[in-house]
């Protein structure tokens, strides 16, 4: 059974930084990519960032291109985002994933976190 945890949310302000970790146990065979999600209140659930565990392949929303950066620990099982230049538009809960596919509905991945949050002020 997969499990993953996340760490690393709080409070900022806006073009301040967060440094979100997600560490993962267990092990299956149906999936390869990881992935950020995060939910704010009233809106559906937006795929952020996600990562190929068997390479270097990643993909980004547009609306964090630039200011958020996924990266893999692969020694310590673990999946960070790097979050820069934070605006209040930020402000959510973030979800860490586990899929066979890097795609932007979240029902394409099996393995959730309990989430984050993380909050900007402006």
């Known amino acids: 059974q997969v499990q993953l945890v996340e760490s690393g949310g709080g409070s900022v302000q806006a073009g301040g930084s967060l440094r979100l970790s997600c560490a993962r146990s267990?092990?299956?065979?149906?999936?390869?990519?990881m992935a950020w999600f995060r939910q704010a209140p009233g809106k559906e659930r937006e795929r952020v960032a996600c990562?190929?565990?068997?390479?270097?392949?990643?993909a980004y929303a547009d609306s964090v291109k630039g200011r958020f950066t996924i990266s893999q620990d692969g020694a310590k099982n673990t999946v960070h985002l790097q979050m820069n230049s934070l605006k209040p538009a930020d402000t959510a809960m973030y979800y860490c994933?586990?899929?066979?596919?890097?795609?932007?509905?979240?029902?394409?991945?099996?393995?959730w976190g309990q989430g984050t949050q993380v909050t900007v002020s402006s």
């Open positions: 267990g092990y299956s065979t149906s999936w390869n990519w």
């Open positions: 994933a586990a899929g066979s596919y890097c795609t932007p509905a979240a029902a394409d991945f099996r393995y």
């Open positions: 990562i190929y565990l068997g390479g270097v392949s990643t």
